[in-house]
């Protein structure tokens, strides 16, 4: 027994430790009923063949147990006449296994050709899994207010709105509903230097976005009705450092950017027309992305672990749907969310999580960061409590945090920087 043990162990040294735990690690039975499950809305799908297989957990299941939970879906899938093979495959299988507050949920995408379909089995989490699923937080997310920005009172005594912020060649651009104002780094905050005026059309809830462009150093900006452009040079004959912005506005109808790639600073990967009575994009976008969009709020853009992208709108009707592969879904889990969102490639997790405002106007608003491995949305954070309503919200321009609105209950505006480190 002892010379058996021995020579073992020497395997386990050659093969590698990790593969080795992997072959040894017992397959707890709970796993047997949801993979057959799995397996055979699998095989229903792609039929006999043979399939590349991926399976990566985003669930408080150890990771010493997933190991065994692929080979129990080897060995269901084989049964049913789908073998799994290597990258030279037809076909891909993959396996998310993932959970929220209620349950865990294994989604399966399977991958024929252009053709992608989903099978998913609901697992129930177990009094283990729940009672550690709210200590199991992948995301912290913190918040740092940018001191000196604030709105000027305007009719009535309120604060005019702020309705986007933008840092460029260092300093912040800030949209006012009225106005472009320029901010500079001063002792203790931020403080005005200077202020361009604008002429939108009137609109029951102003929005607007500022999008720096790849150079640093400009940006364009649009609002109801209204593109505004901008841009630094050094000042000549011994100006202020201040004075070399110029910010030109003119009436236009013209698309907006409705978000970036992952890395923000790339520039503006889509566009849509907004309509400016009710406060909402139109659905129609440019480029074409070969799906017929219902009207939205806000939309933006998630990077998927097997390549590609998926793109995310939030409805006027509240849903959350997705783009990808050529079809539009809804993703379930999201019943909470307000009508913004941002992307933020965190590297925690999966490597990107979307940070979404709360469901209703509140004197205490809230932000949450999700991950959206398929078909749903699974919180990797506890709500970060806001001094007031979030009004705006959108991916900064390094790619890696966000920059909020935010409307407290005397009617005045901050804007915030969110971050989201891992726990």
């Known amino acids: 027994m002892k010379l058996v043990g021995a020579v073992s162990l020497v395997v386990c040294w050659i093969s590698g430790l990790a593969a080795c735990t992997a072959q040894t690690a017992p397959i707890s039975s709970q796993w047997a009923q949801p993979a057959a499950e799995l397996a055979g809305q699998i095989a229903d799908l792609l039929g006999p063949g043979q399939a590349q297989l991926t399976v990566r957990s985003l669930s408080t299941i150890p990771a010493g147990e997933v190991p065994g939970i692929r080979k129990l879906l080897e060995q269901d899938l084989k049964t049913r006449g789908v ?78 709105a702020v309705l986007a912020a933008a840092e460029i060649n260092g300093h912040f651009v800030v949209m006012f509903a009225d106005r472009i104002s320029v901010y500079s780094s001063a002792a203790g905050g931020w403080t005005e230097s200077n202020t361009f005026a604008m002429n939108p059309k009137m609109s029951r809830d102003p929005r607007g976005v500022i999008v720096p462009a790849a150079d640093g150093g400009s940006f364009a900006a649009y609002t109801a009705g209204t593109q505004c452009s901008g841009s630094y040079s050094l000042p000549l004959n011994g100006g202020t450092q201040e004075s070399g912005w110029t910010v030109r506005c003119r009436v236009s109808d013209d698309p907006w950017p409705v978000y970036q790639s992952a890395d923000a600073s790339s520039g503006p990967a889509l566009k849509a027309f907004y309509n400016t009575a009710r406060d909402f994009f139109t659905g129609v976008v440019t480029p074409n992305i070969g799906v017929d969009l219902p009207v939205f709020y806000a939309a933006g853009m998630i990077p998927r672990a097997a390549g590609g992208a998926a793109v995310l709108l939030m409805g006027v009707d509240g849903k959350l749907q997705i783009v990808e592969n050529g079809a539009l879904r809804t993703v379930s889990g999201a019943r909470d969310w307000g009508s913004d969102f941002a992307a933020v490639r965190s590297g925690c997790g999966a490597g990107t999580q979307v940070i979404a405002s709360g469901s209703r106007e509140a004197v205490s608003d809230t932000l949450r960061a999700f991950a959206i491995p398929a078909l749903e949305a699974i919180p990797e954070s506890n709500t970060l409590q806001m001094d007031g309503t979030v009004t705006a919200l959108w991916t900064a321009q390094d790619g890696k945090s966000a920059m909020t609105v935010v409307r407290n209950g005397a009617g005045e505006y901050e804007v915030d920087r969110v971050s989201a480190t891992c726990n």
Do not use: C, F, Q
């Open 83 to 160: 073998v799994v093979g290597g990258p030279e495959s037809a076909n891909a299988i993959r396996v998310t296994l993932s959970e929220n507050a209620r349950e865990r949920l294994w989604v399966a995408e399977t991958v024929e050709g252009d053709r992608t379909r989903i099978a998913m089995v609901h697992v129930a989490a177990g009094e283990a899994a729940a009672a550690t699923h709210g200590s199991s937080e992948r995301v912290v997310l913190r918040k740092e207010k940018i001191g000196g920005i604030a709105g000027r009172p305007g009719a009535g005594g309120k604060d005019v």
